[in-house]
């Protein structure tokens, strides 16, 4: 599966965006789908996930209350992204792993397929 990840841009301390992640085919029911970020000179880190089911979702602590993970029926995954900080500044990437049981969506290592990243810039 192919993935685009898009909706990034510049947006002031406290503002909102919204990240969307188009897959190539229908994710739902065979992917669990998670965003990742990654600031420069970092290592990339979980931000939130959503099983392939739609029925569960994880969040990193840094984002909770915050950033809200959702998927359509069909190709659609999405990051509303809330109370926007300038430590939020990263690229952020959408990524799918294959249904199974047992997957730590949290890890980086569990996911099979990668979006390009959209940059996010938080000023202050």
């Known amino acids: 599966v192919q993935l685009q990840a898009s909706g990034g841009g510049l947006v002031q301390a406290g503002g909102s965006l919204r990240l969307s992640c188009a897959a190539s085919?229908?994710?739902?029911?065979?992917?669990?789908m998670g965003w990742f970020r990654q600031a420069p000179g970092k290592e990339r880190e979980f931000v939130a996930a959503?099983?392939?089911?739609?029925?569960?979702t994880y969040y990193a602590d840094a984002v909770k209350g915050r950033f809200t993970i959702s998927r359509d029926n069909a190709k659609n995954t999405y990051l509303q992204m809330n109370s926007l900080k300038p430590e939020d500044t990263a690229a952020y990437y959408c990524?799918?792993?294959?249904?199974?049981?047992?997957?730590?969506?949290?890890?980086?290592?569990?996911?099979?397929?990668w979006g390009q990243g959209t940059e996010v810039t938080v000023s202050s």
């Open positions: 990524a799918a792993v294959a249904r199974r049981s047992g997957t730590d969506y949290y890890s980086v290592h569990e996911y099979n397929y």
């Open positions: 085919e229908s994710t739902l029911s065979r992917y669990g």
């Open positions: 959503i099983n392939w089911s739609g029925g569960s």
